[in-house]
Every structure is written in C-alpha cells, then in structure tokens.
C-alpha cells in the first residue's frame, strides 16, 4: 500500500547518491554510509530536509530501520507529514487492489 489513511503517498528519505538528503525517487539508490551512527546522522539530516516547512501529524509507512550490507549502513525511512484530514479509519477499512503501480482505493468514509 502506497498511501496513507489521508490519501496522501508515502515518500522514502535518503540521501540520493550524489545528491542532498530528502526524498528519494523510486529507482534511485541512496547512499550507504561506514558506519551505523553515520547512517543514523544522515537520515535525521534527511528528515529534517523533508519535515522543514511541513505542518501535520506524522504517519509512519514501517518503523525505522536500519540497513546493513557488506557495502555499508543506512537507515530506512518511509513516511509522509500530512495536514489533510483523514479519509479512511484504518488500513483495514478500505481494500487496495494494484494495477501496475497505482493503489485503488475502494472504501472509503
């Protein structure tokens, strides 16, 4: 599921290889860092990119975790700051069916 009970999409926070921390676009690879308190520092740095200027309630995709791999350490993060109302209750109180990559949200309030 790519959205959240307001609608809105999740986004997934990174640092984009060569780019600056924030959102990272679906395909792109985000950098990888030596170690665990690197990886934690940059995604914090990519969060606060992200959140600046953002009003709402906070609404978590999955828990933050952390990444490891033998070429190194990130966190990942997949959220979205939202200040629309929302529209559905739970996540269990609307189907989602895939077509391609969109979500088609059937029940709603």
Same mark, same amino acid.
């Given at each position: 599921?790519?959205? $959240? ?34 990886? $934690? ?63 088609? $949200?059937?029940?709603?309030?």
């Amino acid at each position: 599921m790519n959205l $959240c009970q307001t609608g809105d999409r999740y986004v997934t926070l990174g640092t984009p290889k060569g780019g600056r921390p924030g959102i990272v676009e679906p395909g792109e690879m985000s950098e990888r860092y030596p170690t665990e308190p690197a990886a $934690c520092a940059a995604a914090l740095l990519a969060f606060d990119a992200y959140a600046e200027g953002r009003d709402g309630v906070l609404y978590w995709r999955s828990r933050p975790a952390m990444d490891i791999a033998a070429i190194g350490f990130r966190v990942k993060l997949r959220l979205v700051i939202s200040d629309a109302p929302e529209r559905w209750a739970t996540v269990s109180d609307f189907i989602d069916q895939e077509i391609g990559r969109e979500t088609t $949200c059937i029940r709603r309030w």
